[in-house]
């Protein structure tokens, strides 16, 4: 059942504002529990049981010291078992009624006598109850830490084989109290080992990860786990930082919480501010900038890049620069920024075109400069196992903010930028998106059911709620999504 903590607990300071926030609640843990007890069983048949030694005094034959080695256990039922949260940070671990059959090796010394065969072991009726504390170290990291361990045998029945068998199986009565507490005993001890484990495993999962050569993405936690006996929610920072330096995003996070909703597995909460520091990123990073020049133009392409394309548009520039060629820089002069509204994802985009002149064997000399605001929205669609997006355009604004070939009106260029937006480059953007693709997964092979949803007590971000999925264990990425089969959308505001 520990590996159920690297599931829950695996992703991921100072308290902040979270990002990113997930939940996994009862129904979550109640599936993990279903599929873990599989991999748990495993584990069990594998698991390696010490070799006990000691003595003990048999009434009419004295002092009898025994060592039982070389323990494999060849069946086990693990019967009822629960998976749970508990109050105080921590998750309960229990299991009910498991029986065993577990082989192994005997030898006896009794005064000059010594003796050896094999034997069975038939554990019945064992119950398991571990506690594991589940915490922070303050810098980011989640840390896990036993904090109780109690297990009880109901029967255990001991029968030897070879040797004098025939007369120890008189005496596996006294046999039986002390194995049945040194099991116990071994078997809390190796699961405290297994805890202690997980914690060294959990200390080398990265906080952020690199996303590309300009930006890293910061998941580490900003708060303790919160357990409350329906779910654990984990606060993640969800930001994005340059690789060139570590600098705080000009608008931090605003605070938002989740909905009740205990019917869904899983709860993902993204906030605006988590794309927003992305583009904050790039946009310093001056990744957010464009040359077009006629020979990045295709040359199928019937329009070239020269000053007859402004025929009519820009009168004075034909006038001074006849058939000349062009350049034009298109980029950011601010961060894009995205705002969540009910159902939808709100895009500004503030940008610029500053157009030059490529005279022959000279520098290029700038010519005027327009600023472009662009403002679309964006709803995210679920279509069989695959999620898709949609853009629309809702707003184009053009400024003429500087000329060096006079003034001229801008409104046919917004007219002509506007429809070539909509009508040609928007349309294409969207057969991209649109097609559905399907997210990398931790190997799923039965897909989910995921809902997004914006909701008032979400604002500012957006929500994914699981119902149900499957998967395999380990993924073979920290940092994926789930296959959706079906979905619905809703709005709230």
């Not at 584990?43 to 070389?70: C, H, M």
């Not at 157009?355 to 679920?382: C, K, M, R, W, Y």
């Not at 196992?385 to 949609?390: F, V």
């Amino acid at each position: 059942m520990l590996w159920l903590l690297v599931v829950l607990l695996g992703v991921g300071t100072e308290a902040v504002t979270p990002g990113i926030k997930t939940k996994i609640t009862l129904k979550g843990l109640d599936y993990g529990k279903q599929v873990g007890m599989e991999f748990l069983k495993l584990a069990l048949l594998q698991l390696p049981i010490p070799d006990f030694r000691g003595s003990y005094s048999v009434p009419l034959v004295g002092q009898v010291e025994y060592a039982v080695t070389g323990f494999q256990v060849n069946t086990i039922n693990l019967g009822e078992s629960l998976v749970a949260f508990a109050p105080s940070s921590r998750i309960k671990l229990s299991m009910g009624s498991a029986e065993a059959q577990v082989n192994g090796h005997w030898s006896v010394k009794v005064s000059l006598i010594h003796d050896n065969g094999t034997l069975k072991l038939h554990v019945g009726d064992m119950m398991l109850a571990v506690l594991i504390e589940v915490g922070w170290d303050g810098t980011g990291r989640l840390v896990v830490s036993p904090a109780g361990c109690s297990c009880h045998i109901g029967h255990l029945d001991v029968t030897f084989y070879g040797g004098a068998s025939w007369l120890y199986n008189i005496f596996t009565g006294a046999l039986e109290h002390v194995l049945r507490q040194e099991l116990g005993n071994k078997l809390c001890k190796e699961i405290q080992n297994a805890v202690e484990a997980l914690e060294q495993t959990l200390q080398t999962i990265p906080e952020s990860s690199h996303i590309s050569s300009l930006a890293d993405l910061d998941y580490s936690l900003v708060a303790p786990p919160l357990i409350t006996e329906q779910s654990i929610e984990l606060n993640l920072k969800g930001e994005f930082y340059s690789r060139a330096g570590h600098k705080e995003a000009p608008v931090p996070p605003a605070p938002f919480s989740f909905w009740e909703q205990n019917d869904r597995m899983l709860l993902l909460g993204v906030s605006d501010f988590v794309a927003n520091s992305a583009a904050f990123v790039y946009y310093g990073a001056g990744a957010l900038s464009w040359n077009l020049t006629d020979s990045t133009v295709p040359k199928k392409f019937p329009i070239h890049i020269n000053t007859k394309i402004f025929k009519g548009l820009v009168p004075e520039l034909l006038k001074r620069f006849p058939d000349t060629p062009m350049a034009l820089q298109i980029f950011a002069r601010l961060p894009p920024w995205l705002q969540t509204q009910p159902g939808t994802l709100q895009l500004l985009l503030p940008g610029a075109v500053q157009a030059f002149i490529l005279p022959n064997g000279t520098s290029p000399v700038p010519v005027f400069l327009l600023h472009v605001d662009i403002e679309a929205s964006a709803q995210v669609f679920i279509s069989g196992k695959n999620i898709g997006a949609s853009l629309k355009l809702t707003n184009v604004s053009l400024t003429l903010a500087h000329s060096d070939v006079g003034p001229f009106p801008v409104d046919r260029i917004e007219t002509l930028l506007y429809v070539a937006l909509k009508a040609a480059i928007l349309p294409r953007i969207n057969r991209i998106f649109g097609h559905c693709h399907q997210c990398p997964v931790w190997s799923l092979n039965q897909g989910c059911c995921l809902l997004w949803k914006t909701h008032p007590q979400m604002a500012p971000a957006c929500a994914w709620s699981l119902s149900t999925f499957s998967c395999a264990w380990p993924p073979p990425s920290f940092v994926g999504c789930l296959i959706p089969t079906e979905a619905s959308f809703q709005g709230w505001r």
